[in-house]
């Protein structure tokens, strides 16, 4: 072959391969691998991991670019075992449905572009969920029952990202601690029955957008409600069994800035 036709070749070669990228895989825990962790060294970016019921006593790094779910809402439980970062998220990875329980530390970003929804983050010894430098997507999750605050972060700017939708509540620290040079808007979210503050900010260089939030029952008060915001009683159906979900009474019903229930919109 010439120098042209090796040329030409190259380059149908390039536009063939731009024309039919590669699809992304998915794998199944433990249909095709034992552990998560081992299922994570089979995967490459924009992969999938699937996660049959079951509790899995593993400490997890999420690869960059992979969607870590759960098949069924809180079925699959990663247990950390007491100790530890239970679940570590890289740029721009996710994780969705999962029950994270039993570490240290429940999840830990300093990530760009990370989505966590839909997870119940609970009994873990320090914070549930931690994120320094970038806010992750925190949506639609239970964060509940931690021995530290709810959600904690550190220098952490909300672009695209904000803490949505989320039941905090029943933590033995703060509800929502926000330190550092910060920005961040938290908006839809039921705080409640935390040991301390809702929302706690570490000095007047943090900036946290508050909209559309319920504060109810936190041990520590700043003396004002912020404007757009609610105290009302959540009325879950049932705390002590986990049961976050909002009884037909409930005032935060239809409450939320986008006409939805406050809190977590689950149904388990």
Known sequence: ??????????????????????????????????????????????????????????HIFVNAGVSLIAKNLFKAVIDGKGKGTVVTMGNSSSISGFEVRNGTIGIFSTSAGVSITKCRVLYNNQTGIMSVGHLPKIEDNLIIYNKGSGIQGWDVQSTSASISHNTIAMNSNHGIS????????????????????GVKTSDEKVRVTMVSNNFFQNAKFTGFLPVDNYSIEPKFKNAQQLQFTLSSDSRCLSKGSDNQDLGARLVY
């Open 1 to 58: 072959m010439n120098r042209s036709a090796k040329k030409f070749h190259f380059t149908m070669v390039c536009v063939i391969a731009s024309l039919f990228p590669l699809y992304a895989a998915s794998i199944t825990v433990p249909v095709n691998s034992p552990t998560i962790a081992a299922a994570m060294t089979q995967i490459k970016k924009g992969d999938t991991i699937f996660v049959e019921d079951g509790v899995y006593k593993e």
């Open 178 to 197: 926000i330190g550092g040079n910060s920005s961040v808007i938290v908006d839809n979210n039921i705080i409640s029955n935390n040991d301390q503050f």
